[in-house]
């Protein structure tokens, strides 16, 4: 499915699998209602830009990135929000995005 921005389309991803790789994942959401087609932001330790994706019509995201500080911000016409996430080792790290 294309999104119109080239960002790969993306889907849930299970949390308790087992990986070698850091994986950043999670649901964008305003309230408790999920959020489709925000634009989802990788953003490094000093703030540069990293990588963008599309969220799911679900509202899902995953990024695979590695070990360190990282800023994960949602832009959608609804509002915008971020999260900061830590990322020690391999493993999928969670993380939540609401946009107000």
Same mark, same amino acid.
């Given at each position: ?34 959020? *489709?087609?925000?634009? =989802? $932001?990788? %953003?490094?330790?000093? @703030?540069?830009?990293?990588?963008? !994706?599309?969220? &799911?019509?679900? /509202? ?7 070990? *360190?500080?990282?800023? =994960? $911000?949602? %832009?959608?016409?609804? @509002?915008?929000?971020?999260?900061? !996430?830590?990322? &020690?080792?391999? /493993? ?9």
């Amino acid at each position: 499915m294309s999104n119109g921005c080239g960002a790969p389309a993306q889907t849930a991803t299970d949390h308790s699998e087992s990986t070698d790789q850091v994986i950043l994942a999670g649901k964008v959401r305003s309230g408790e209602q999920p959020i *489709g087609s925000a634009f =989802v $932001r990788l %953003l490094d330790s000093s @703030g540069e830009f990293t990588a963008e !994706v599309v969220s &799911s019509t679900e /509202g899902d995201f995953r990024f695979y990135a590695g070990e *360190g500080a990282w800023t =994960v $911000r949602a %832009l959608h016409r609804d @509002g915008s929000g971020q999260s900061d !996430v830590s990322a &020690s080792g391999p /493993g999928v790290h969670p993380v939540d995005i609401a946009v107000a």
